[in-house]
């Protein structure tokens, strides 16, 4: 067991995977001696070299095409994008040919890719370097998304990823890369790809999040003398449902809280299942805190504008008086 | 100039340099409002990079010291009317092109006193009223933003006003953005629509930790490219504002005669790390000390000093002009109102209640504020 943050679970994930498997194979702008723009891939060009830690031009179309070849020729590519904002110009190559290879191929084909992207907010960062964009690419059937929101999970999710025969983009919180430690295993373990976690149990309200807006879940049920049950999904798509259905038919009441805008955020989605499966035990509509619909602001703002614990705590208030 | 077929030239020896004829046409006056221009570009950045030292600057933050003379030199050879777009690394552009300093500041520290009322950042300056159409955060996706502001200027010219296209829009890019599919796409869509663009690569050797050799081909002649896309293709020393200036006015000229699309590789050098949070280990002191040595300011200063009666009381009157230009403009800053959520976060999505912002012109709601305290109502 070693005491780490979430950067430092994933670059050890990233270790022991290169060690068991030399068709894992890392790309990405500066990923090599530099390790990165967060340093995730820190020591690892040292470790293995540049024909398997690859500096690649600045070109995330290129990265990630070239990254869906090498998975379909049997290779297991994890590159990097250094900023969620950037996966712009790959998207086409996300969405167009990663997702897809499986189904146009008949099963012929596979993507066993892991696309690693720093996600999120609250590290002062502009526009462009501080969305949420994870419901783009659930809502691209033929892609995993995952998000991680401990240093334990980041571990095992990512080793999950990197196995996965799918494609999986493998959101990472960077507020919260280095903002708490955490326990974590030195053996490799796994945590199974569509398997939310519960993070407390409680009787009268479900809190659903992921990512970042977990730690201000917490905070926010800490300062709380309610009985909240809080279920961080570590998966965004392949969506848990068990795992909510469950609580929620304990609790009759739900609060969703993301980083993103909220129309069309992967809330909605949720509502409309707990809508769905859940329907008579429902005690009150399902409460959303999110981001605004507007373009995530300037790093003065950018508070207000995330989910931050005096939101939710106020969402806690109006589920439960309702 | 050198284009493409011939060698680059290595910079001369200073102050014995042999510049263009037009240059010795140009008033002093005119070298001086440059060497000021880029003065003040330095001194912004100067201090700049203290404000964000001292945490009133947040986000991310790209200094363009080194490169003063791309900017001013090149913007010396456009016409106000001619649109420009370039990068994140934007504060020397949108200085030269005009906008008040205080209003660059302003947007870095987040206030909404600055250019985007403090929502864009160092990376997004915007000044409609002098065509500067910013300052964008993703690498390369400008270029072809630039080639539909050329597209632009030309139907305009050409199919509303029914005359001839008289302006060129010029688009900046770094070297490391060569390799982003947007560039290429942007390269021939130019010139297969006979767009008047120039394309002006600032090429500082390095894309954050990358040398342009790891990661672009012809990293040696990048200028090379320009001749796959049917377009001519320049080399520039763009360490010396009067060679930027002399090259570029005929290039720029040559575009707007032709209504043609023209590929500028502009030889520069970020003295500065990539960003605030980089320790340059991929390059060396001696590398940094041989481009500082050839200084656009002092080249400039040297030539003035050669050949006009330039002293060096005017350079220091002119120096305390800046610095207090510069001080104005942080205090500027530091006094505009926070930006409320009320007011701004759920604001400028679509048209909204405070009207197009304009540049340079005081927003409304800031008006109010600017009067001195006895006009207050
Ligand atoms: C599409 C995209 N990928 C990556 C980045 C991150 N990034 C910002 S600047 C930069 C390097 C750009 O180098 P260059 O084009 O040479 O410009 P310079 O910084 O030298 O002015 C990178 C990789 C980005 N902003 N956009
Ligand atoms: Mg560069």
């Known amino acids: 067991m070693a005491n780490l943050t979430l950067v430092q679970a994933i670059n050890l994930a990233l270790i022991q995977e290169m060690e068991d498997d030399d068709r894992v194979i890392i790309l990405g702008e ?39 070849g090498l998975a379909m020729a049997g290779l297991r590519p994890i590159p990097e ?70 240093p334990y999970d980041a571990k095992g999710l990512l080793i999950s990823a990197i196995r996965d025969p799918d494609p999986v983009i493998y959101f990472e919180p960077k507020r919260i890369y280095r903002a708490f430690r955490e326990e974590v295993p030195e053996d490799e373990y796994t945590i199974p790809i569509g ?24 905070k926010a049920i800490e300062a709380s003398d ?81 989910p931050e614990a005096e939101r939710i705590a106020t969402a806690i208030d109006h589920v439960a008086a309702y | ?85 370039t990068a994140y690394r934007c504060h020397g552009q949108a200085l030269a092109r005009g906008i008040e300093p205080k209003y660059c500041m302003a947007e870095m520290y987040g206030k909404i006193g600055g250019c985007a009322k403090g929502k864009g950042g160092s990376m997004h300056l915007f000044d409609k009223s002098n065509n500067f159409f910013g300052g964008h955060g993703i690498v390369g996706a400008q270029v072809p933003v630039g080639a539909g502001l050329a597209f632009a200027s030309k139907y305009i010219d050409e199919v509303i006003n029914e005359g001839a296209s008289t302006r060129v829009a010029m688009a900046f890019l770094g070297d490391g953005a060569l390799n982003q599919g947007a560039f290429h796409e942007a390269m021939n869509l130019a010139g297969v629509l006979d767009l008047p663009l120039v394309v002006v690569c600032e090429n500082n050797g390095y ?16 200028s090379a490219k320009a001749d796959g896309y049917g377009m001519e293709g320049f080399v520039v020393d763009g360490m010396d504002v009067l060679r930027v200036y002399a090259d570029m006015k005929k290039i720029v000229d040559a575009a707007r005669a032709e209504c043609r699309p023209k590929f500028v590789d502009m030889r520069t050098y970020r003295y500065k790390g990539h960003s605030m949070s980089d320790p340059r280990k991929y390059r060396t002191k001696e590398e940094e000390q041989q481009y500082e040595s050839q200084d656009p300011l002092d080249r400039l200063m040297m030539y003035l000093k050669a050949t006009t009666s330039f002293s ?39 048209v909204e209640e405070f009207g197009p912002y304009t540049g340079t012109s005081v927003p409304e709601m800031l008006e109010e504020w600017e009067k001195p305290d006895s006009q207050k109502s």
């Not at chain 1, 997702?99 to 146009?104: E, G, H, K, L, V």
């Not at chain 1, 407390?200 to 730690?215: F, L, M, P, Q, R």
């Not at chain 2, 926070?338 to 999505?349: I, S």
Request: aromatic share 8%; charged share 25%; glycine share 8%.
């Open chain 1, 226 to 306: 309610r009985s909240i049950e809080l279920i961080d999904l570590r998966t965004i798509y392949p969506l848990d449902i068990e795992t909510i259905e469950a609580s929620v038919k304990k609790t009759g009441r739900v609060v969703v809280v993301h980083e993103a805008p909220l129309t069309a955020g992967f809330g909605a989605e949720i509502a409309a299942r707990v809508m769905e499966h859940c329907f008579l035990y429902l005690e009150a509509p399902v409460q959303r805190v999110t981001g605004f619909d507007t373009i995530m602001p300037y790093y003065k703002l950018e508070l207000e504008y995330l």
């Open chain 1, 81 to 150: 994008i250094q900023f969620e904002g950037f996966l712009g110009p790959a998207f086409d190559q996300i969405c167009t040919h990663a997702a897809r290879m499986r189904t146009r191929t008949r099963g012929a084909l596979t993507v066993p890719l892991t696309i690693r992207v720093p996600v999120g907010g609250g590290i002062h960062a502009p526009e462009l370097h501080s969305d949420s964009p994870e419901s783009f690419y659930a809502h691209q059937p033929g892609l995993k998304v995952v998000m991680p929101a401990s």
């Open chain 2, 207 to 222: 894309a954050m930790g990358t040398a342009i050799d790891r990661g672009t081909t012809r990293g040696d002649n990048i």
């Open chain 1, 195 to 218: 398997k939310a976690r519960v993070v407390s149990e409680g009787d009268d309200i479900t809190i659903v999040s992921w990512g970042a807006s977990v730690v201000q879940c917490m």
């Open chain 1, 30 to 68: 500066d990923v090599g001696p530099n390790g990165g723009v967060f340093r995730v891939t820190e020591g690892l060009h040292q470790r293995f070299g540049s024909d398997r830690v690859v500096d690649t031009p600045l070109a995330e179309s290129g990265i990630i095409g070239s990254a869906i």
């Open chain 2, 312 to 350: 060096d009381e005017q350079y220091k009157t002119m120096n305390k002009d800046v610095r207090a230009e510069v001080k104005a403009a942080i205090k500027w800053a530091e006094q505009s109102p926070e930006p409320t959520p009320d007011e701004q976060l759920y604001h400028d999505v679509f």
């Open chain 2, 1 to 85: 100039m050198s284009s493409t077929t011939t060698k680059t030239t290595k910079s001369p020896a200073q102050g014995k340099v042999d510049y263009d004829p037009i240059i010795k046409e140009l008033p002093e006056q005119q070298l001086i409002q440059w060497l000021r221009d880029m003065l003040l570009i330095r001194e912004f950045e100067v201090r700049t990079m203290q404000s964000y030292q001292n945490k009133k600057i947040g986000g991310f933050c790209h200094v363009y010291i080194g490169q003063e003379a791309v900017a001013v030199g090149s913007f010396a050879a456009l016409k106000p009317e001619d649109p420009v777009i």
